[in-house]
């Protein structure tokens, strides 16, 4: 089963600009009778400028189709691309440089480096790539994320949904393809959720990027524009302009077949 993931109003007849797209992918772990499919014969085909949720039950496959898409892990079978990149192709050297100025990656467990600055952590992926920081381009994410007074303060300094808004000024600052987003709001409270969530679909409707998040929450999902749903490494729906009532009750049916 394939799955185009892409906000509403389509123009009749266009056919949208992919940002990733994976073809018959599966991710096998193992062999034999301890063998565990964790992907079986996945497509799904992701539209530039849209924020989309991947759902479903535990060990449905949720990470592992992230993680393949961001080149984090290789298919056991089947392509995936960034653009024209053709991921299962690259080199791992190929593969990191990719990762650095092409993806951003925003987690629930934040990731930041506590020796350096907000400021440094957010350019952080620049200057692995050995490129020097746009400083409007900084000054304005930095705004955007409600940061701009804080830029000189390290991690310990600040609460937990200032920290999430440092990772995300982070995915933002390399101006990449794509931001893959894992559990972004599991670590927080829901009123600093709601402002997480708020963020990226700012990325999304302001800045014309694209978002891919893995959830298990479902409103956070209704802050997308659209679900896609995993069940047992397979595609098992899609949900366009999604509410938190119409997940649950996705969620609620391969909870009960899973």
Known sequence: MSAWVRTAGPVPGAVPETAVRLD??????GRGAGAVHALHDVSAAFARGTFTAVMGPSGSGKSTLLHCAAGLDRPTAGSVHLGTADLVRMSETQLA??????VGFVFQAF??????????NITLPLRLAGRRPDRAWLTEITTR???????????????G???????IA???????????????????DPDTARDILGLLRTAVTDLGQT????????VAAAHTDAALFLSGGRIAGHLAAPTADEVTRRLSGLWSAA
């Open 24 to 29: 018959k992918v599966t991710r096998t772990y």
């Open 97 to 102: 440089r990719l990762r650095r100025e092409r």
């Open 111 to 120: 990731n930041l480096l506590p020796s350096l600055t907000v400021a440094q």
């Open 145 to 159: 994320v409600g940061l701009a007074d804080r830029t000189k303060r390290r991690p310990a300094e600040l609460s």
């Open 161 to 167: 949904g200032q920290q999430q808004r440092v990772a």
């Open 170 to 188: 982070r995915a933002l600052v390399t101006r990449p393809d794509v931001i893959f987003a894992d559990e972004p709001t599991g670590a927080l």
């Open 211 to 218: 978002v891919v998040m893995v959830t298990h929450d479902p």
